[in-house]
């Protein structure tokens, strides 16, 4: 049984407290070790609207992992071996544009990546691939997110490109400018690797970026700073409860293949022929990569 053909797993990324919704049966909390380490957090497993559900703090419970120590290989790792068929993310992000107002969620179809340092592949020395990038989102699963958000009562954009950045710290203001002025859309430091790493796993992958300030870049608002961004973060936390809620509703647990290919785009993607593979590199790949290899 492949990812296309069995039921639907959803897998979310997001504060400790989106799966606190009425509706929700909590089956377990679970530890999990994968090849590169483990997630940020035990990851919750539970049934919502009929569809099998993991969530996972991206941040850790209490908000104890920075972004730039995000073990988003074991995170994303964990969700597959868990039995993951899509991924949904939910991030807190800025505003480089005036319609994109704080408390709109957009969701994004493109990045760009800042981030510096961080593994961005599970393939190494010993059995490389290259996947594409050029469509990073399934647009399936992002339509659906748009919609469930919407359902959720709240404004949505949809489309736009989030530059990732690697924090922890803010912008400058020349930073922000120089961002508004490439076209960028929203700003946040978590959405990368993490959409690479989903696209080699074949995990179908959408996000919403929650908006919760103008970055620094708007006059009548001045710099952010973290109390107004956890105020509007306490708002946009029922939304995001609402959201997966209904999202669940939208997929249902008769899963609908990605359009684009995702869960199949390994198939020419390794380019190390199998004689000349690393066998302990392999055996750690197996864990997102079986399908294939």
């Given at each position: 049984m492949t ?7 959803l ?6 407290g989106?799966?606190?919704?009425p509706?929700l049966t909590?089956?377990?909390e679970?530890e999990v070790e ?6 940020s957090a035990p990851?919750?497993?539970?049934e ?7 969530f996972?703090?991206?941040?850790g419970?209490g908000?104890?992992?920075?972004p ?5 290989r074991?995170n994303i ?14 991030s807190?992000?800025g505003?480089?544009?005036?319609e ?8 994004a ?6 981030t510096k ?10 059995c490389?691939?290259?996947v594409?990038m050029a469509?990073?989102v399934?647009s399936?699963?992002s339509e659906?997110?748009?919609k469930?958000?919407e359902?959720?009562?709240t404004?949505?954009?949809?489309g736009?490109t989030?530059l990732?950045m690697e924090g922890p710290?803010f912008?400058t203001?020349?930073e ?9 859309d ?7 690797p993490?959409?690479?790493?989903a696209?080699e796993?074949?995990?179908p992958?959408?996000?919403?970026g ?5 970055d ?5 608002h ?6 107004s961004?956890?105020?509007?973060l306490?708002k946009?936390r029922v939304?995001a ?8 509703k ?9 359009p684009?290919g995702i ?16 066998p302990?590199?392999?055996k750690?790949l197996?864990a997102?990569?079986?399908r294939v290899?």
């Amino acid at each position: 049984m492949t990812d296309q053909t069995r039921p639907t797993c959803l897998a979310v990324f997001g504060g400790s407290g989106v799966y606190e919704m009425p509706g929700l049966t909590i089956e377990e909390e679970r530890e999990v070790e994968t090849p590169w380490g483990s997630p940020s957090a035990p990851v919750t497993i539970g049934e919502l609207n009929g569809v099998r559900v993991l969530f996972l703090s991206r941040h850790g419970k209490g908000h104890t992992v920075p972004p730039s120590g995000l073990n988003a290989r074991a995170n994303i790792a964990a969700a597959k071996m868990l039995g993951a068929t899509d991924v949904l993310s939910l991030s807190a992000c800025g505003s480089f544009k005036e319609e994109l107002a704080p408390g709109h969620f957009v969701a994004a179809d493109q990045f760009v990546d800042r981030t510096k340092g961080r593994p961005s592949s599970f393939f190494e020395e010993g059995c490389v691939a290259h996947v594409s990038m050029a469509h990073p989102v399934c647009s399936r699963l992002s339509e659906e997110a748009a919609k469930a958000a919407e359902a959720a009562g709240t404004k949505v954009h949809r489309g736009g490109t989030y530059l990732a950045m690697e924090g922890p710290q803010f912008s400058t203001l020349a930073e922000s400018e120089l961002y508004r002025a490439w076209g960028m859309d929203i700003i946040g430091m978590t959405a990368m690797p993490e959409a690479k790493l989903a696209r080699e796993a074949e995990l179908p992958y959408a996000i919403l970026g929650m908006v919760t300030d103008y970055d620094c870049w708007h006059e009548d608002h001045g710099a952010v700073d973290v109390a107004s961004v956890l105020a509007i973060l306490a708002k946009n936390r029922v939304h995001a409860q609402k959201t997966v809620d209904e999202i669940t509703k939208l997929i249902g647990p008769e899963r609908t293949p990605c359009p684009d290919g995702i869960e199949t785009c390994l198939d020419y993607a390794i380019v190390t022929p199998k004689e000349a593979r690393d066998p302990e590199v392999v055996k750690k790949l197996k864990a997102v990569a079986g399908r294939v290899l």
